[in-house]
């Protein structure tokens, strides 16, 4: 390749374009968004797969050939279609959400660097298109395996949003529980979250009236395609304004950097703070909603030893988590004064396309899955649309008033949860995660991942609550 200076450059870039086109792919696609389990994506999903399969395609041939005479056209016809589809997909994407600033400015950095490569690609293409027609073989070293590589990944990647994509066409919306009764005039705050953007699309679908509470309106109204009122302050909210219903999800995630002192007030204020200022508002509003629905977690108990089954009744545990959570409770109790009907729901780890259990399970994905500390710590757990059916049912049920445990009867150990993902995604399960370094570095935020407790819930299942998703299995086979 020493000759040839032109490819060498083209060749760096490409290699470049495929590592940021990866990133963007698991951190924005997967991770962030979920975009495999977005209903409103498979437009999206489709052109992604059509371009997965064009990048596949070039990128081994252009690890191993060099195009000469009538192929030399062939490719460069092949990028202009590339490019256009890039560009549906832009325009595809604006219509359909609204993306992150980091999400702009990496297709911004792909963009630039797609056309540097294409310019000088471009050039080779066109000193090849001199010779004779022929696809002559050249060798490119190391980079022509790494391009190799890139290719199968990119294909992968491609074949399985098609397949996400038809799933979805086929699928269709599945059951919503909140059709049947008469329309609700709802208020929904933390809407965008992994919880509320189904709730929020859900309540819409079924022709209530959502309006949502969000830090960024505009993106939330891109994710609810302008069918919800999207509102950046309570502030917005007049005295007379009427709703049937409040649901409260607020709330920043508890996972992420370590629980200094100024991230412990984050966390407070993104839920009492936003409770708080929902019940200013209520006490000044001319109508009163009917009921409240105020979410809250099973960290209100604390970490606690597997033996013991916590139920409502249960006394309050020690330290932050369980502090957070009785304070979330707390700010939001006065609601009851004026006469509006509370439901508090304290959630396990919630299970859904996306949310906590796509981090959970990537490990077990590329191999590496097994258990954290010694696996005896409890996780209680719920599958989505459990928590959705809880919440239609509390709109419609006036005898569901309190605190209602939101988690599945079947509590497994960490353990068990490793073995059951391995069994469903046929993967090994080997890996041991050790707790004390974590917990060094982690701080009191460990007890996340190394720390439970086994949470019934007794009021629901009194309530003659019937899960849908009662056992890990189900859930996971539902999911997975």
Request: glycine share 10%; net charge positive; charged share 15%.
């Amino acid at each position: 390749m020493a000759d040839l200076p032109i490819l060498q450059w083209a060749i760096a870039l490409l290699l470049a374009q495929g590592v940021l086109g990866a990133l963007d792919t698991i951190y924005h696609h997967e991770l962030t968004v979920a975009l495999p389990q977005r209903h409103g994506a498979r437009k999206e999903l489709a052109i992604h797969a059509l371009r997965s399969c064009f990048y596949g395609v070039l990128f081994m041939g252009i690890a191993h050939l060099a195009f000469q005479g009538i192929w030399a056209l062939v490719i460069a016809v092949l990028f202009a279609l590339e490019i256009g589809l890039t560009l549906w997909d832009f325009v595809v994407e604006d219509r359909s959400r609204k993306l992150p600033a980091i999400e702009r400015i990496m297709h911004t950095v792909l963009a630039i660097n797609a056309g540097a490569f294409f310019a000088l690609y471009g050039l080779q293409l066109l000193e090849w298109s001199r010779l004779p027609s022929a696809l002559s073989p050249i060798d490119l070293g190391w980079q022509g395996w790494a391009l190799s590589l890139f290719a199968v990944g990119v294909t992968a990647s491609g074949i399985r949003d098609g397949l996400a994509a038809w799933r979805l066409q086929h699928q269709g919306l599945g059951s919503n529980p909140f059709t049947g009764g008469p329309g609700k005039r709802v208020l929904v705050t933390g809407g965008t979250g992994f919880i509320g953007e189904t709730l929020v699309n859900q309540l819409l679908d079924a022709g209530h009236t959502v309006s949502v509470l969000a830090r960024d309106p505009l993106r939330a109204a891109y994710l609810f395609d302008g069918r919800a009122r999207c509102l950046r302050s309570l502030d917005k909210l007049g005295h007379g304004e009427a709703f049937d219903v409040i649901i409260n999800l607020a709330g920043a995630p508890v996972a992420g950097p370590r629980w200094s002192a100024k991230r412990q007030a984050q966390l407070l204020a993104s839920r009492v703070g936003t409770t708080e200022a929902l019940l200013n508002w209520l006490q000044h509003a001319r109508h009163k909603p009917q009921l409240w629905i105020q979410a809250s977690a099973i960290g209100f108990y604390g970490v606690r030893d597997a033996s013991q089954s916590l139920d409502e009744n249960a006394e309050r545990g020690e330290g932050f988590m369980a502090d957070l959570c009785a304070r979330w409770e707390s700010s939001a109790e006065p609601a009851t004064r004026f006469g509006v009907r509370q439901v508090v729901l304290r959630l396990g780890i919630v299970f859904g396309p996306g949310g906590a259990l796509k981090p959970l399970l990537l490990p077990f994905h590329f191999g590496f899955g097994g258990r954290m500390g010694d696996g005896q710590q409890i996780m209680s757990w719920v599958h989505r649309d459990d928590v959705l059916q809880v919440m239609a049912r509390a709109i419609n049920d006036t005898s569901l008033s309190g605190t209602y445990n939101m988690v599945a009867p079947d509590a497994v150990s960490q353990g068990t949860f490793a073995a059951t993902v391995g069994k469903i995604l046929k993967r090994p399960v080997w890996l041991h995660v050790p707790a004390a370094p974590v917990r060094a570095l982690a701080g009191e935020m460990a007890e996340l991942f190394f720390d439970g407790q086994k949470v019934v819930p007794a009021r629901l299942l009194q309530a003659g609550y019937r899960f849908r998703y009662p056992t890990l299995d189900a859930a996971l086979r539902d999911l997975t």
